[in-house]
């Protein structure tokens, strides 16, 4: 899978949007960008995922620039408990899902202050 | 999306001794992961238990040392042999779901959060 490049961390005002930022410079056509999010002590959680179009739904906004090769996460009204890591990730999907597993990497420790 | 719970939710062992973790879920899956997360670290991907075929381990992970079972398609198991302190991490269990075509989503597990002294 291709790799993705995060900042380790970043801080953001409560009720501000959050906008992460994930590089992934070598994706392949075939490959989506997802993204999870890990609140302290809990299992990743499922963000949003998308192939090339933008993407919205009730947690979060991705933004895939034209060419692919980054793409921002956007959490319009952060509050504090999306105070998390957030994984930026790419991987192939198989029909069906039959491509697998996903591989994390450090992700960005995103701190929403009061 | 799916429910999964994972038994126990945390333990403390002694090095040698053996912990089984169970993962349940809500719905029949196929495809079902286990990962560790080691303190201050991102997950890692232990192994694919797909039911009806033998675990596939990753490099650095090996049967004798991590067992795993896939008895049904929304039950398994981990266990975690001869421990060791350097053992001592989260266990995640995680699936995925399809809703067709390619549009799936995966989901994890709560964790089990092992202490080996």
């Known amino acids: 899978d291709a790799k993705t490049t995060q900042p380790p961390s970043m801080d953001c005002a409560e009720g501000r949007a959050a906008n992460l930022p994930c590089n992934h410079s070598?994706?392949?056509?075939?490959?989506?960008v997802y993204w999870y999010r890990q609140i302290h002590s809990q299992g990743p959680q499922y963000i949003i995922h998308?192939?090339?179009n933008n993407e919205t739904n009730e947690m979060a906004s991705l933004i895939i620039t034209e060419d692919r090769k980054s793409s921002t996460l956007i959490l319009p009204h952060a509050t504090l408990r999306d105070t998390a890591v957030y994984y930026c990730i790419v991987r192939v999907v198989g029909y069906g899902g039959s491509q697998g597993n996903l591989i994390f990497g450090k992700g960005t420790k995103l701190s929403v202050k009061p | 999306s799916a429910v999964i719970s994972q038994k126990p939710s945390r333990d403390i062992c002694q090095r040698g001794t053996s912990l089984t973790i169970q993962c349940q879920v809500d719905s029949q899956v196929t495809m079902m992961f286990w990962y560790r997360q080691q303190p201050g670290q991102s997950l890692t991907l232990i192994a694919t238990?797909?039911?009806?075929?033998?675990?596939?381990?990753e490099s650095g992970f090996v049967i004798d040392k991590f067992p795993i079972s896939r008895p049904n398609l929304t039950f398994s198991t981990l266990t975690v042999s001869n421990m060791s302190p350097e053992d001592s991490s989260i266990y995640l269990c995680?699936?995925?779901?399809?809703?067709?075509?390619?549009?799936?989503?995966?989901?994890f597990g709560p964790g089990t959060r092992l202490t080996v002294t």
């Open positions: 995680s699936v995925v779901l399809g809703s067709g075509g390619f549009s799936y989503e995966q989901y």
């Open positions: 998308g192939l090339k």
């Open positions: 070598t994706i392949s056509g075939n490959e989506y």
């Open positions: 238990a797909n039911q009806g075929s033998e675990a596939t381990y």
